[in-house]
Nanobody, 116 residues
Framework: QVQLVESGGGLVQPGGSLRLSCAAS????????MGWYRQAPGKQRELVAT???????NYADSLKGRFTISRDNAKNTVYLQMNSLKPEDTAVYYC??????????WGQGTQVTVSS
C-alpha cells in the first residue's frame, strides 16, 4: 500500500519560511520522480516543483528562487523549503510520486497559510 504523508504546514507571516516534508512508503522511492503541487481555494491544482531520481529539479517559473525541492533517498522523504512566503502562496500543498510524467500517487495534503 502506497502512502505519502506530508507534514510541516502551518500559519506563517509574510516573508517567513516553512519546510514541508513528505515521507513515502510502499514504493521504491529512489526510482520515482517526486513532486510538490498546491491548490488554492477556488483554483486548480498546480505544479510547484519536481525532483527526479537523479536529483534534477524543475520549478514553476513564478516560484524559482524562493522554493527549493530536495530529497533524501535513505529516508524515503522529499522536502520543500519555502522562503519569502507571500499571501498568494496560501494553499494546500500535496506531495506526489510521479510515474511516466504524471502523478501516480498523492498524499493527503498539508495546509500552508501565509497571513499577518
Amino acid at each position: 500500500q502506497v502512502q505519502l504523508v506530508e507534514s510541516g504546514g502551518g500559519l506563517v507571516q509574510p516573508g517567513g519560511s516553512l519546510r514541508l516534508s513528505c515521507a513515502a512508503s510502499g514504493i521504491i522511492f529512489s526510482r520515482y520522480t517526486m513532486g510538490w503541487y498546491r491548490q488554492a481555494p477556488g483554483k486548480q491544482r498546480e505544479l510547484v516543483a519536481t525532483i527526479t531520481s537523479g536529483a534534477n529539479t524543475n520549478y514553476a517559473d513564478s516560484l524559482k528562487g524562493r522554493f527549493t525541492i530536495s530529497r533524501d533517498n535513505a529516508k524515503n522523504t522529499v522536502y520543500l523549503q519555502m522562503n519569502s512566503l507571500k499571501p498568494e502562496d496560501t494553499a494546500v500543498y500535496y506531495c506526489s510520486a510521479v510515474y511516466y510524467g504524471l502523478p501516480a500517487y498523492w498524499g493527503q495534503g498539508t495546509q500552508v497559510t501565509v497571513s499577518s
